[in-house]
């Protein structure tokens, strides 16, 4: 059964990041001192690349400091106290549906600081390009949460159904796709029949829902097109997949918001979770809680953890920090045991083949991560790194600790430096 | 602004030692087996192919300046499947001096630390071959029990040590080929160098890490390699040549089955390979 989503207490501070997933830098338009509501806009992005940053509480502004981060170590942040009272900024107001312009459109979700919340980061705006052109002819609505331990988007497909149907439709009407399609893993299928009854009750005829295997990392987006439309994109691989628009349901959900209510994007569904946890759960919580406060949230750690992961506990990001804020695109935080961990210095590549194996992407990971090991990116760049799509399988697989996902990240990184 | 993100540490339990240990644990019971059932001399030669390959290994890393690692128990293993597979009459400098020329010619010459082009066993029973004491009197691994082999091999496969499809595909196509020039199918099913070849040699890491087809490859023609081979005068020597040399082949195997342009290959993995031929610590 998929837990519920229960809704955290609000924060005594939060603070939200200046920065930006890919280094994009906000400047802060409060001051210290000033009184903001909950989804008042705190910070604007310095170029067009950027979304715009809203308050997660309603308090005062303290400081804009550098403070913890998860993902830079440290980053300029803005410090809110939170004064217990919860008043929404007057902006939050019903609009009327399906009356946006495509430019509106894109307007409305970059000032409502939409992201991707599947781990990515990248402001959603940046998927869509400035003038209409009928880009994308597929969306996908991408509920396949094959990550172990990370049931947040399942929970919120739950408890929120409707909501992310007519966030899907607002996206048809707006983008014209010529076909919508729900994915879920094929253990998830209480979700396929909850979505199916709703769908009938609506009269939806154009979704269709698919269940796939699921198999980590088959929520990945390149593999679920391949999955999904094998027959579709035999032959024009390339130019197929640039039309598939795969969106996950939180992301949905909160452009389903920000079109319907103004809603700017200031809290999401986290999976807290883990062994180390006293009550793993789902829960709403604020962007820029620190991770302290989230896991009190849960009734705290147990026992002390082996390591804190961020997002997916394979290839997500370790914390080091509990005063990192959550941020946008973090789905979970992961207390694992020691037990689970093999933390120890890297070792020679054995040539065992088993990252080989591993990959979905089909590369060789063990090739790509000797070449970077010596420096011969030359080398690195011609074994196809780009292909990665970052599961952490290899690294996972790995017997001799070698840290594989990161050396072939960062041999597709070179590569598009270049 | 780059990104200060720390790698999760979740890892599966296999070490680097995940194949050599537990396969080494197998060796060394059918050596107690052999030497309490007929010669203790059995156990004297495994000790000293041991030590030979352990003191080697160990030289090798010093003067290479490499940090050494004994516990992935690659040098055990070879240094335990080097004196199964000699004579037990044999001289006590022999596995001594098979010992070190196995890891300096096959671990330390012709490859880097677990990279090597040709098995450093097969390379040293060839040169314990060429002093002739191989095919004059019968190896350990010719005298031992079948059905040792295969309850070792189907413990290890259970064990995750030992890849069973390439395996079984190896003793199938071997067996088959054996029976189409009138072999019995099931005795070259029994063959110890058979066994040893499709539990120890086709799952052992080290050859080729982009091995998955190019290992299908290696047992399919291996296993059609050996079946002819048995058919003719059996040869400890010549088997293990040819398996030698199959073996060397896989990276070229590696690129003859890969997807993409097989110039470009060829020439990024030659050059890789050069690059990358002394890796290590």
Redesign the interface.
């Known amino acids: 059964m998929v837990p519920q989503i229960e809704r955290a207490k609000i924060p005594s501070a939060v603070y939200i990041p200046l920065?930006q997933a890919g280094?994009i830098?906000l400047t802060p338009c409060v001051q210290p001192g000033q009184t903001v509501c909950t989804g008042t806009l705190v910070a604007v992005a310095e170029n067009e690349a950027g979304v715009f940053a809203h308050s997660s509480v309603t308090g005062v502004v303290r400081e804009i400091a550098v403070f913890p981060?998860a993902?830079?170590?440290e980053?300029p942040a803005i410090k809110i106290e939170s004064q217990g009272e919860e008043s929404l900024d007057l902006h939050i107001q019903k609009n009327s549906p399906f009356e946006w312009s495509y430019q509106q459109f894109t307007q409305i979700i970059r000032e409502c600081g939409i992201v991707e919340m599947n781990g990515s980061g990248r402001p959603l705006h940046l998927r869509f390009s400035p003038h209409y052109d009928n880009y994308y002819h597929t969306l996908v609505i991408n509920g396949v949460e094959a990550e172990p331990y990370v049931t947040a988007d399942n929970a919120l497909m739950v408890e929120k159904t409707v909501e992310i149907i007519s966030g899907a439709r607002a996206l048809k009407q707006i983008l014209q796709p010529y076909q919508i399609t729900l994915a879920v893993g094929k253990d998830q299928m209480e979700i396929l029949e909850v979505f199916n009854s709703k769908l009938f009750s609506l009269g939806e005829e154009v979704f269709k829902t698919r269940a796939v295997p699921l198999r980590y990392p088959q929520g990945n987006s390149g593999l679920l097109i391949e999955e999904l439309f094998a027959a579709e994109r035999a032959g024009k691989e390339e130019e197929f997949d640039a039309g598939v628009l795969v969106l996950d349901p939180a992301t949905v959900l909160a452009v389903w918001e920000a079109l319907r209510f103004n809603k700017p994007c200031y809290e999401r569904v986290v999976t807290l979770t883990g062994e180390c946890l006293a009550q793993p759960k789902n829960i709403w919580l604020r962007v820029g809680t620190t991770v302290e406060d989230a896991l009190k949230s849960a009734k705290g750690l147990l026992r002390a953890p082996?390591?804190l992961?961020l997002g997916n506990?394979?290839?997500?990001?370790?914390?080091?920090q509990m005063q990192a804020p959550v941020v946008k695109e973090m789905k979970a935080i992961v207390a694992?045991p020691p037990e689970?961990?093999?933390?120890g210095a890297a070792?020679?590549?054995?040539?065992?083949?088993r990252?080989?194996?591993a990959c979905p992407a089909?590369i060789?990971p063990?090739?790509i991560g000797?070449?970077v090991?010596?420096e011969?990116w030359d080398?690195a760049g011609?074994?196809?790194p780009e292909a990665c799509v970052e599961c952490?399988n290899c690294?996972?697989?790995?017997?001799?600790?070698r840290?594989m996902?990161?050396m072939v990240v960062s041999a597709k990184e070179k590569k598009w430096r270049k | 602004?780059?990104?200060?993100?720390?790698?999760?540490?979740?890892?599966?339990?296999?070490?680097?030692?995940?194949?050599h240990w537990p396969a080494a644990a197998f060796l060394l019971i059918l050596l107690l087996i052999a030497g309490f059932a007929s010669d203790t001399r059995i156990l004297g030669l495994g000790l000293i192919a041991v030590l030979a390959c352990l003191g080697s290994d160990a030289a090798g890393s010093f003067f290479l300046r490499q940090k050494y690692?004994w516990q992935?128990g690659?040098a055990v293993f070879h240094g335990l499947l080097l004196a199964i597979c000699l004579p037990v009459s044999a001289p006590l400098w022999l596995p001594t001096v098979s010992g070190i020329f196995a890891i300096v010619c096959g671990k330390i010459i012709f490859g880097g630390?677990?990279?090597t082009f040709f098995h450093p066993v097969l390379l040293a029973v060839i040169f314990a071959g060429s002093c002739g004491w191989l095919g004059n009197e019968a190896a350990v691994l010719l005298d031992s029990a079948p059905v040792l082999w295969w309850a070792g091999g189907l413990i290890l496969a259970r064990l995750g040590a030992v890849r069973l499809a390439p395996a079984l595909l190896f003793l199938f196509l071997d067996a088959g080929t054996a029976f189409i020039c009138g072999k019995s199918f099931a005795a070259e099913g029994m063959n110890p160098v058979s066994l040893l070849t499709a539990f120890l040699f086709l799952s052992e890491?080290?050859?080729?890490?982009?091995?998955?087809q190019a290992?299908v490859l290696y047992a399919v023609l291996a296993g059609i390699c050996i079946g002819f081979a048995h058919v003719c005068t059996s040869s400890l020597a010549r088997d293990f040549a040819v398996l030698l040399l199959l073996r060397a082949m896989v990276p070229l195997f590696d690129l003859l089955l890969s997807?993409?342009p097989i110039l470009?290959r060829t020439f990024?993995?030659l050059?890789?390979y050069r690059?990358?031929k002394s890796?290590?610590?």
């Open positions: 920065v280094g830098r981060h993902l830079y170590g980053a082996g390591q992961i506990p394979l290839g997500g990001a370790a914390l080091t694992l689970h961990m093999r933390a070792g020679d590549c054995i040539q065992c083949g990252c080989v194996e089909q060789n063990a090739l000797l070449a090991e010596k011969r080398i011609s074994l196809w952490g690294s996972y697989v790995c017997p001799s600790l840290p996902m990161d | 602004m780059m990104t200060d993100k720390q790698p999760p540490f979740l890892r599966c339990s296999e070490g680097p030692g995940f194949f690692n992935d690659q630390r677990s990279l890491p080290g050859f080729s890490p982009g091995a998955k290992r997807r993409k470009t990024s993995t050059s890789f690059a990358v890796h290590g610590t």
